[in-house]
Every structure is written in structure tokens, then in C-alpha cells.
């Protein structure tokens, strides 16, 4: 609640204006609202740009039908992320226009934005087919929050020159997701070819030494290339949201 | 701000008895007082009923001196916790009242508490020499906060039956800090022994596979015994101050 | 057996009044009961206020059902934790009064004891939804003990205005339960917010770095905020039965 | 090399304009310049929008003042990190213009550019004092790279409402930097409370469980909250620098 | 060949009572029989004094079938570890006197030889319920390897009065095998108690913080206790075997 | 593209002898051709001299025969590897001239070649029979690649004298892949004997402390023979590859 | 106490013999004496047939002479381990009769006792010479128990036949201490090829991935060879003092 | 012994040509002989190529002259290894011909052998300039084992054109060391574009989560491209060994 705000509440009452009642109504839950964040839960997704969002993953098909009837009710867009492929079908068929994405595993219920809510466009790159769900999950994440990706898939550190092949959409990208498994030296390269901010994403694709994706992780963290960040381990999620956040335009 | 003291300010501005600008002024800082705990800092002592402390570790011994200095100011008793005996030497020089203990390398201004706050008594057992300056320390701190404490030293898991002898200490304390490294046996031995809750605290004592106090902390987390939490390893002042917490008379 | 009764007991012999027989009888065992803890077998309910308990997992639903007809012979209250549902339905049908909890997997039979054996309230608090199971197991071991148990539930890090808006719960409790997953922030935040003692329980809610909860355990055991003490991962149980005894009343 | 440009050039071979062994010249090390990144080499910091930087860390002064020479030769200011205090006075003696900042541990060589490249300002937040070294490195990074830096130290996550007092700071900041060693608790609240991006920087202050900065990396990665992404432990320069990177305005 | 024999061998030659045919056949495997030891592989069980093992993790039904019919046909006494249930009643089924045992989940064939080729007896001590199979699997293993085994089960560090009650039967013995999950305290509890040597066998049993048995097996291994020594996770088998061969006779 | 063929070029279009547009066509992809390597891609098998590998984990049968069908096309050899018996069927049935090899759990489509592209034999290496399927994997990936390769199974440390019985194979090999899990000790001792070049492979046989193959992995890296280099934990493929590499014949 | 010493007593007490008070004396410390083990404290090396030992390492070298002196009275040898060499020349000027061993970096004051304690000898075998120490440790703890020690150092893994040559000092002796670093392979190999039991001690000896000897504990915890049990990291000590008790001969 | 030998020797004792006493003479070590690699030790230089060598690190420099002195003796080039500059300048006073090479911290006696052993060269690749210790290791080692090695230093991953400006050297090479710290990425990066056989050498440099190395050799470990094998973190010395020992020519 800003001073003038305020001020025009308390001389309404004291111009009898407002009722004390009226003025205690809008005064009462000031000790959230007088936070600056009250604002958070109940218009989350203006604020972050971005839908509802369900972690599929560890929730029986019938409590992601009813948790998304009740968030679809509001109009916004939602998304579950790691949902199996049978959970889909069950869920598919009990909510209306949810949509079945098999390779990032996801559903969707309602409409995909208008890809007009970022500064610039968003550049998803991944390693190998096998990161391609991650990649996916980051993508589909940023379009959901209104914006225009483009991706760059299977350019392991053995096909570099693959990778200068479509420079042009790393560079023009305003963020990149590098998403890579194994030894996760993607966004290294990525990074230290192009100088641009990357968010790298580990992924669990491996075996032995990889150790669920904690090698590419540790590669990551300690990149020698300029510009790089790091997300949890096969978070798709996380890091289109993230972009998204990064691309959003802010008002003047 | 509840709701009845509300009403009366918005009466009072709608009475014209108070000025639109006391009002805000009583109401614009407002969401700080509503958080209800704006109090915590300033008054973080009489909350704690615990004194305030410095982590001597890593600070030169001017940096000490000079918090010493500052926080003495208030009359309230301080303590410094991880001196070494160079740097305390130092301090003592510079800070009237400071008197330095050697064992658990900790430096006071101001006097010991009588030993009156709390329900009853904590003791405090430690495992082998070694583990001495950290029980040393938990039990400075559990004093310094107005609590009688009551050592039983070294009681390793090789000497159960003297364990046994200080039973009467255990039996009749609120709180039982056990300090031990190495296999980090003794919280479970205790704790099975008495079922009385014990506060356990790791020590990075031992060597190889004790890897820093990780395998006497894992001993601890994994006690089979009743009534056992940990702290982190060598954080003797972390299980005197929850020790004196714990066994804190409350107002009725 | 204290120096009077041996006294009296000697004193018989030398008068005649025992016979060396039944005084031999009285020490013989004396080896157990002097070790002053002998009644921690026979009597352990007792001395913790705490009913029996069966640890479910890993034992086939015959095996529970065995063991659960022959702790109910006591007449004591029992609890089973961490039975999956199959087991569940297989128990309830063949032990009578057992009662089924499905969110904290657990089992009871005999009656829940009124809530009167505790100095205070005790306060559950979760992070995010799938915490519950855990906090619950916390919460019903509490209450099955004879404790008051106030739960706030789903405060995650991101809605920190919600556990103020419960502060209450938490400033009025004599301690304080945090369960969290993921990055373990929550205790931290509680113990630093409200200064009171905080039993922090990780759980292994999360992926990848997460490290079944390895992370949210490092992150609680090295809180810079007074107060917290830490119990093993998913050990809901064990909490709930350190509040307990920590709550217990004394005997004057 | 754009087809534009080449067709020039053939064409100005053809029309004898352009000598075959002028053309050779200019077409031989097309490889390099064929890459589009050739020029990452000789312009990196007009790409980047960042000065030359030094890891002071494992040199010796002489092989410091060696470099930092060499650098400031080409006019553009120049960063030293992680150099001692005693290293920092050999290095300010033998460089001119050389200056010590003693708390980020950090040499500075020409001038401090006026903050006017970024899009707004950036945001460095810390949790404890023994944090502040790292949190300056950023600090200092993001302004040698012409950003208008505001500072938010020593809000710990026992002292939330000091962070909701700042809460302008990060709302307007275009990236926020948070900074916080032992369970890394303060990028999620952070995060959490304000729905704004943030790049944290786990340092390895702490002890024990702490592992050097592991629980805080942990914490952060596995944080609930959204639009986080975390750099190496300690490492202040890479936020500051990708803080930088993501604030740079681009050319429309 | 000791040298006695290869002059022999060489005077005989020399006088023509061996054909140098012959002496060439008795010669040229000598780079075997050389080194002393090529008899372990056709005479081992003669040496280590115990009969053959399959370990049966990992194979099919049918592999198991077919080794234990190959080696059963020695005569010697067999022993399949690590049989599950389902596998067990197929090889039954098709082998001969195949025994199944359940709890070490163990299979036998051929007698159990009479308890006489051992100096004294064995103990074995276990800490809970859970860690039975394993306890069970090293005493199967010594009386199959000859020796007089004695169990003291379920005297976990909360019941060491049990313990003590047993105490002859450790006293006893000739070497003491304690096996225990969780925190593993119980073999550093009783070589304190006993001054014997225990070989120490950490379990699996446990949750989170027990990483698999690794806290346990830490804790074995810094035992401040003396004469611990410790096998790997689970190694009943090789407790077992290891007894066997300290508790065995050796020719005069 | 060399100087020559450059200034050739130039000298057609200045001579007109070739169109501005051709020499255009020819120098427009340049970029890629450039960098010298492009015909990695096109040509990747006859550079590595390798036939086409799937990795058959974590793939449908259905995408296997897909991808099989394509790579077979060009009519070089093609392997897939870790393939479960259930996906093989299902491909065999699909996919002409599919061979199924059990025990390396691979398919193969097409000839192996002979064995004359090698300088020498690969010889390969396994201590316990539960290292086979890797050992096998590694030999038949050697075969696929042309070499010609002698097996050494079963020779685990417990059984020196039987490796020493066919040293003749490992000294006449130009290399030698070394296979073994639990302790990893087989590597060290072949090499140790012999001073020939080991490619180790630790496979993730064993349990408890072996960490799924960490154990191996580490032992394998801290060898303290010459000569030993260590791959991924049951990289047969690998190692096979890399032997094949390392034996390959040059062009003089 | 054993049932017929008490019925003595207390017929004593009922004939009037023994006075109650003396009576009471007798029984009043029972339950220390009751414990059947009272005496491990007071007579300690009686049963262990072993000196008194100091950990020399983090204790100043006042402290250690104060120890040696104390110790010394009760004029049984006492053995100081882990003193560095300064420390080590202070004690011995201070200290009558101490020796400085400066291989296994102890001290010792009292004489070495005859080699007639043990029922066979105790070899000693070391892989590298950095392991030297280490296995000295171990020699010297087990002659101080009265044993007969042979070595056979520098016998590492690349050396097999220099182990075969001296095979006779391990068939011949009761237990077989290997000390071994970096891969820890040795005691797998000792094992394997004599068919003995053996004490494998893990040194640091080692860099990078050797972990600070965790490479070669891991190794030696998973060895495939029969009779080998593990200590801890550097733990000659501790192995020395198990194999004399293994080693010890037993009343009859 | 061959049989032909053994025969000649066998009939020159029948034919009474040759002494018994000479026969046994000859057969009496036969069983080192025997084993065909008794020669490793007495003329282990000639087998692998390679010349002496000493780990300086952990050794006096007076330790070091001893060996040096003793090893050059024989005539041969010795190399020590990790040699402090304090340390080299005591033993070039005392070594006659010892050279100190500052970079790679050795010590060299005796001439550099011509690079004529080898097939082909050695190209030794690294990543930063706080590598190159560990990459002069390397190529020190591969030099004095008679090879040609050819550097290409300090094309980090940022600067993928410099490593493809040397591609010649690569290419050429028989083998190819490539050394990095922190991500490890570069291996992968070599490996990737030039399809020839790698050792990796991961080094220590890097903080945090580069764990002293751990970050970089698992990256090593689960490289995606072909023909990667990885040595111990910073093991220079034994990746120029194993070069040494793959590039060496082999009799016809």
C-alpha cells in the first residue's frame, strides 16, 4: 500500500467519506498485503509471466485430473511436467483440451501464448538425442510463458561444426538453454564460441562415472567459458523458466 | 497492529481526534510492525535469553577487539567462540573484563549468569580428550545463558561402566549434549541407556575413513536409539545454545 | 537398588527375618537391575511415554501381523510406520481395532491417548505437498504420545508471508517440527524468524542434486540460525518422538 | 565472410580490380575468420563489454605485475582477483595506477567506466559478513563492466523483514546477485519472495557439514523457487560477469 | 621343487636311471608348480579349509543349477549365497539334497560337517532384526567350514545389558563377528566391553543418512575400540570364512 | 582448401575461365570445409575405421529397428549395443541380417570384418565371469572394427598363476583391455607383470563398498604400474573402440 | 559376583560372622563389579596383553612428556605413536629411557618384550616405500605385545615375484598385516595367492584420485580373495594391536 | 626356459658334459625365471623404454641425492618427479649433472635420448597456462623416453580456432595427450574433431566444485567421443609414460 494510497483512505475517513468499517475491510490483512508481495499468491502468474504449473512426477493420474480441473477453472494455461505416458492417457481423457506432449512428457490444458512477451528470442541446444526430453521440457516451459524459441538439437561436442552451422540462432538469442549429459561440456563450448549468457542444464544421461548427471553438473559449475549458470540436474523446467523470466520485457 | 487498536485510530481520524498525518505516520512503517518479529533484532537477546556471541574464526584479532568493544557496550556478557591463543592474547590486552578460556578457545566480557534460567540442568559427555574443547564449548555457552551444567568427560564407548556411575547426572538433566568423533558411537549408547533426549554433536576428531567428522555425523543421524538429533560437526556452541533453549523456563 | 534397601535387605539376614535363600534371590540378577536401567526393558513405554512401535518396512504383512497381536496383548497403543497400502488392507483385516492412516503409511492399534501429557503444544510445519507423508508420520508419533499437535502445513520458502500469517502455532509451541525437501531452507527460516527450538527433519523430496535429500540434510545441519537440531532423512518418526520426550512433563 | 563481400571480391578479381594474390591474402585465413567468431579473439572485450581479467590466485607478484603491464597497455582497464594483501602491495608499487581493494582481494588498472551500459541495475545481496568478500568481487565485476551496482549486504535469513526493507533495491534491479555460504537458504527466499531472477553464488564460509561450500551449491541447485540459477562456490567474478552480460543493453 | 629333489632328479639323469624324456615331463610345467602355489586352484578347499561357494546374485536358476551339480559332484560340501526365494525351490527342485535355507537366503548341498576343525568357538552378535539374513549367512558359512558357532541376535546399543548377559558366550569364543546396520556402533561396544577381536560386518539396513550401509561401514572402520577389523556391506560370507580360517587348527 | 587450389580458382575467375557464381558455389560453404574436418561427419567411419553404434539402453525395440534400418542402408556394419534379450528379439525379427550375441547383449547387422586392419592382436582380459558381458563387449566391438582379438577370461587375482599361464597372448598383443570389478586389482597386476599398455575397465560388479563400480574405477586410476589408462565404468564399447584406434595401421 | 561368593557372604552376615557394615562394603560398588568387566579399567593390559599407548599426534610435546612420565610409573612399556621428530627430541630429553623410532615416528620407554606371547609369527608386508611407515607402525605395536614380527617391504603389485620369494614368511605366520596405498591392490594379491587371513591397512600414500587413501580402502573392503579384513586409513596401530590379539596365545 | 634349453641342458647331464652341481645351478632360481618376467626387474628399462625414475614429493632432498646418485650409477637418464625449487637447488649442488627444469618441477640426470623410438610423435595438448606443469610433465617424460613431442599449449575450450589452427600436429601425432583442469571439457573437444586416440590427464586446478580435480576426470570418464582414456588427476608422468610406451616401435 503506497503513502498516497493511504492518504486517500484516511482522509476519506476522516471526510466521512468511508465508513471506519469499510476503511478496517481494506486495512485488516495490511500486514500481508503491507508486505509488497501479498500479491505473490494470488496473481503469481502475472507476476512471473507464466501458467500454473503441476510436477507430475510422484502424483497418482487421478490427483493430476482433479489439481488440473480445479487450475484450468481459472483460464490460465497449465502445465504438468514428467508425466508418464500412461498417467497421459488417463488424464487426457478426464480433462478437457488437455494435450498429450510425449517427448517432453508433459500436458498442457489450454492454449500456447502468443510468442510476444519476450525482448528477444529464446535458443534451446542440446547435446544428444537422449537430452532431447530435457530440451523439450525447456522449451515448451519458455513458449508457454509467451516466447518465441528456436532449437538447436544434437550438436555433441563431437559436431562442433554443426553447431557454427546455426550460430546465427545462438547469437541472436537473447538467452541460450545448453542442455548435455555425460560429460557436459556443451555450454562450455557454447559459451566460449559465442560469448553469451547460457544456462546449462545437466542432465542424468549416462552411466558409472556420470553418477546420475553430478559429472556433468560439476563440468558445469566450474566451466572456464564466461556467461555460464547452472540448474539442477535434468530441471528443463526450471531453466525455461528461468529464460523466460530473462527475456520478459519490463515496463518502461 | 490488531484489528480493535485499528478500529480506534481509524474512529479517532474519523472523530478528527487524529491528524490524517499521525495516522500515517503510525500506519506507514507498517509493514514492519505487521510482520509481528520486527522486534527479533533489536531485542534478539531477551528473546534468546542468550548473550551475544562472535565467531572469532577467520576475523584478525583487531576485528575481534573492536566487535568486542562495540557489542560490550550494551552491558550484555559476550562471548567469542574459536579464538586462538595468539589472537586472544591480543584481545585480552585491549578489552577490559575479557577473560579468555583456554580449552574450549573462547573469549568473555562480562560476568557468568547465575545459573537460574532454566528448568533444570544440562550435562554435558564428551567421548575421548580430543572431543574436550568442543564439549568445553557447549557447556561455556549453556552457562553463559544462565543454565547449571554438569560434565561427565570422557565416557568412551571402552568405558560404559563409568558411563554408568554418572547416571544420576544424566537421569536428572533436562538435556543431554553427548560429544563425540570418531565412530561417534556414544549418542546412541546414552540415549539407549537413559531415554532421555540427547542433543549429539559430532567432532571431526579421527582420521581417514572419519573423513572430518562425516562418519561420526552420519553415526549420529542414523542412531538407533530414542530421542537423538544432531548439529553440525565441532558446533559445540550450536548445542549449547539450543541445550539452553530447550531447558529455558517459559513466562506461564 | 539403593544403599537403604541393601541395608534393610542385610539387616533381615543378620536378624533372621530373611532368609538367605530369598536374599540370594533378591541380588542374584542384581548384575541387571544394578545397572539402574534394567527397567528400561520391561517398562520402556513408560519411561518414554511413548506406545510400542513396529518399523513396516521390509517386513512382509504376515510379519506385521504377528508382531502387532502380541504388542496389543499389553493393552499399550501401537503403531506401525512407513506400510504400504497392500500391507495395510491385509493387516486391518486380521488385527482387530487397527486402524489405517493412508497419508503417513502408518497403522494403529488401541486408542489415541488424550492430549495431556505434554508441557506444551507441539507445532508440524511442511514445505511443499509432498512433505506431508512425512510430517504427518511426525505429527501422529507425536499425538499417539499424548501431545497437542498444531500442523502448518505447505509454508514453502516461496510463501514465507503464510508462516507468519501461522505464527501463532509456532510462538506458542514448546517445539517446533520443519520438514522440507529439496534445499532444506525452511528450519532456518523458522529458527531465524520466530527464535525458538526447531527439530528439522529432511526429506527426500527432489531429483537430481538433491541427492535423496542429502542436500536439504547439509543445508539444515549447517543453518546459521540458532536453535535447530537435525534428525535423519524421511524420519518423520523420530521427531515426532523427540518433541515428545522434550514435551514431556516432569514429574515434580 | 558474407556472400556480399565475396562476391565483391571475385568480382573485382574478375574485373582485374583486385589482384589474385590481394584476393589470396584476404580469403587465406578464411577458415578462421570463416569460423564468425575469429574476432573473439582480438575484440573478446568489445564483445563481451568486459576489461581484461587476471586470476591472481597461484601467481606470483612478479608474474602479476608481468601481466597486468602487458594488459594495460591496450588502454582498457584491467581486473586482478584473489590476490593477497601481500602480493596486492608488491603489485601497486611496480604498476602504475594500480589500486588495491582490500575487501574483494582484488587490483584494478585504469579506470572504473560510468555506469551507463546496462539495461538497469544489478542487484548483490549477502547473507553474513564473512560472505561480503565474495559479494564485493561481483559488485566490483559488474561495475567495471559499466553497471549501476546497489548493494544489499548482511540480510541473513534470520533477518528476513531487513531484506523486505531493501525489497526496492531488488524489485527494481534487473538481475540480482545473492551471496551466502553455509546452507545457502537466501537465493530461494530471495526468489521467492520477489519473483525476480537470480544468480547465486554459493561461498564456502562455514564449517563441517558445510564441505567447503557443497551444502550451500546444493541448497541452491535444488532451490523450490523460480529463476534461480547458481555459479561455482566462490565464485563472485563469474556472477558479476554474467550478471553484467545479461543486463548489457543490445544493439536495437 | 625344492633342491633336494632337483639333485634328484639330476643325479638320476646323469645316471641314466631317468630318461631325459622324462625328466623334460617332470621339468616343463615347473614355471607352475614353481611357484608353490599351483596347487591352491586344484586343492583349495583342502587349503582354506572350506567347501565351495556359488554366490547366487546375478544368476539365473539355471546357472545355478548347473554349477552346483558340476561342483557337487567333488564331493565336497556346497554353499549358494544370495539365492532368492523363487530360484531356491527351482534348484531344489532339480538338485539333489539341495537344502534352502531362508533367513541367509542360502543354499546347501552336502552335509554340515561336525564342528571339530576349529580352536574355539565362533560368536556371532547382532544388532537388530533386520540384520539377521546377514548374521545367519556368516554363521552358515563357519559351521559349514567346521566350526561350533554361537548366536547372540538382537542386542542393539539400547539393550546392552543384553549384551552382557551373553557376555561368556563372547568371552568364549575365538574371534567374534558382530554385523550391524544404522549407525554400527555395536562392534565398537563390545571389543570395549570384551577386549576380543571382532571382525565387523556393516549392514545395509537403514535409510537416507545410512547411504546404503556407508555410515555404518565408517563407523566400523574408526573405531576407537581395539581390535576391529571390518569387511565389506553385507559380507556375511565373508565374516563367516574369515572366522573359519582364524579359528582354524594348524598342524604342529 | 590449400593455397594452391585457392589461387587456382582465383586465376580461373580473373581469367575468366570460371564464373563468378561457380566460384561462389565453391567458396560459399568454405566455412565448414574449412575447418578441415567437415568430412567428419559425412565420412566418420572410414577416418575412425569404426562401423555405426547405437546405444541400444534406454531406446523402444521400435526405434532400434528404425535406426538400424536407416545406418544399414549405407551398408557398412553396424553394432548395437546393451540391448536387452526382449528388444532383441523383437529387432532380430525385424531388421534382415540381425544377429543376436547374448552375452554382450549386442546386435549386429551386417559382416564382421576380417581381421586385417590391425598392426597386431587386441588381446582382452576379465577376472571374474560377472565381467564377462562387459569383457565381451569391448572384444566384439574390436572385431566389428577389424582386429583380430584373443580372450582372457577368468583370471582374477586369486588365480595369478593361471594369467601367467597365457602371457604369451598379452605380450604379443599390441594391446590390452583389462576388465574387472569389485577391487579393480587386475589391471595393476597385467601390467605390473608385463609392461605392456592396458586399457582398464571397472565394471560396476559387487556390492556395498564397490559403489557400483567407484571402487574399481578408483583403483584402476591410482595403478601404480606403468602404462595403465583407465574408461568409464562398463565401457566395454569404449575400450574396444579405443583399442581398435590405438592399433589401427597408418597410411605410410 | 558369582552365586556361591554371595551365599558365603551372607551366610556370613546370618551367623553374625560379617558385620552389615562390611557387608554393604563388599556389595555397594557391585553393580561396577556385577558388570563383569569392572576390570577392563584397572587392568586393562592385562587383557589385551598390550602396553600403554598415546596418540601422539595433536598434543604439544608437554603434554606428551607429562603422559610418558605418568604412564611409565606403573613400569609397564609404553609406546607413543605418531610424534614428529621435533616433539620426539623434546620428550627424549625429558623422558628417561624413552626411544625415538623415527621410521614409525614413535616414541617408546620401557624395553621391548621377549617374542613368547604369541602362538605363531606375525608377518608384515608393504607395497611402496612411502608405506613404509605405516607398516613400521604396525612391526613395532606388534613386538611391543610380545610377538615375533617379520617384514617384507617394498613387495609391490608390479613385483609379484619378489612376494613369491619370500612366501615362506607368510605361509609360516599366523597373520598377515598388508599395507598398501594408491590402488591398494596388494593385500587382494597376498590373499589370493597364500590362502591366508590377512589385516589390509589403507595408507595415504597416494594423490588425486587416490582420494587420501579412500581409493585403497574401497579396494581392499571389495577384494574378491578370501580372509581379508580392513582398518582404518594409516591405521598400523590399530592392525598391530589386532593381530597381537589374533596372534595371542589362550589359557588352556 | 624354453624346452630346447631345458633338454640341451637335460642330455648335457646325461652325456656327463655338464656338472650336476652346474645343472642345478642353472635350474635353482628357475622358479623366478620360470615365470618370464623375471627380467622386469633387473632390466626393466629396456622393456618399457623408459628410463629411471623417482617421485620426488614426500622425499628429502637429501633422500633424493642418495637416489639419484645410486640410480645414475648404471649409466642410465633418470628423471625425478615433483621436485620443489628448494629442494632441486640443494640437489644440483650435490648431483653432478643434475638438471632442474623449473616448469614441469624436475630434475634431470644424464643426456635426453635422440626422438628416434617412436613410431611417430606425441602431441601434448593443454588447456590453461596453470596446466602447463603438469603438460611439461608429460612431454619431459615422453623426451626422455626417446620421443619426438610437439606442444600445443593454452587452447582452452573459449578458444576452440586456436586448437584448430594446430590441427597439423594433431593429426600427425600417433597419440595425444591432452591435460585440463576445472570442466575437463578439452579431450572431448580434441577427441570430437580429429578422430584420433586420447589420454587424459584432468588436473587440480580449479576451485569449488572442481573438488581438486574430481570435476574434471569424471568429465573425462563420460566423454561422449571416441578414443578417450584417462589417467589420475595431474599424473603428467604417467600419461608421457603410457605415450612413451603406445608410440614405441616393436621389433618385426
Redesign the interface.
Known amino acids: 500500500m503506497d503513502?498516497d494510497r493511504?492518504?486517500d483512505l484516511?482522509?476519506g475517513?476522516?471526510a466521512?467519506r468511508v465508513e471506519?468499517e469499510d476503511?478496517?475491510g481494506e486495512?485488516?490483512d495490511?500486514?500481508?498485503r503491507?508486505?509488497?508481495?501479498?500479491n505473490?499468491?494470488t496473481h503469481?502468474h502475472l507476476?512471473?509471466g507464466?501458467p500454473e504449473v503441476v510436477l507430475g512426477?510422484?502424483k497418482t493420474p487421478e490427483q493430476i485430473v482433479a489439481i488440473l480441473l480445479e487450475l484450468a477453472k481459472g483460464g490460465s494455461t497449465v502445465l504438468a511436467t514428467r508425466v508418464s505416458p500412461e498417467a497421459a492417457a488417463i488424464v487426457c481423457a478426464a480433462v478437457p483440451r488437455a494435450r498429450h506432449l510425449a517427448i517432453p512428457r508433459a500436458l498442457v490444458v489450454g492454449p500456447t501464448p502468443a510468442p510476444d512477451r519476450g525482448r528477444?528470442t529464446i535458443a534451446v541446444v542440446s547435446?544428444?538425442t537422449?537430452d532431447v526430453p530435457v530440451a523439450e521440457e525447456a522449451a515448451l516451459t519458455a513458449e508457454l510463458a509467451g516466447n518465441h524459441v528456436e532449437r538447436v538439437f544434437d550438436v555433441?561436442?563431437?559436431?562442433?561444426?554443426?553447431l557454427?552451422?546455426h550460430?546465427a540462432v545462438i547469437e541472436r538469442a537473447?538467452?541460450t538453454i545448453v542442455v548435455a549429459g555425460?560429460?557436459?561440456?556443451l555450454p562450455?563450448?557454447v559459451?566460449?564460441?559465442?560469448?553469451?549468457?547460457v544456462?546449462a542444464v545437466?542432465t542424468?544421461?549416462?552411466?558409472?562415472?556420470?553418477?546420475?548427471?553430478?559429472?556433468?553438473?560439476?563440468?558445469?559449475?566450474?566451466?572456464?567459458?564466461?556467461?555460464?549458470?547452472?540448474?539442477?540436474?535434468?530441471?528443463g523446467f526450471?531453466?525455461g523458466?528461468?529464460a523466460a523470466?530473462?527475456n520478459r520485457k519490463?515496463a518502461p
Open positions: 503513502p493511504l492518504r484516511l482522509e475517513v476522516a466521512r471506519v476503511a478496517i486495512l485488516r495490511l500486514p500481508f503491507a508486505l509488497g508481495f501479498a505473490v499468491d503469481r507476476r512471473t507464466f512426477e510422484g528477444g547435446a544428444g537422449a555433441g561436442v563431437a559436431g562442433i561444426h554443426r557454427i552451422a550460430r537473447e538467452i555425460m560429460e557436459g561440456a562450455s563450448v559459451a566460449g564460441l559465442f560469448g553469451r549468457p544456462i545437466p542424468s544421461v549416462g552411466y558409472g562415472a556420470s553418477l546420475g548427471g553430478v559429472a556433468a553438473l560439476l563440468a558445469m559449475l566450474t566451466s572456464c567459458a564466461a556467461g555460464v549458470s547452472v540448474v539442477n540436474i535434468d530441471n526450471g531453466a523458466q528461468l523470466m530473462l519490463r
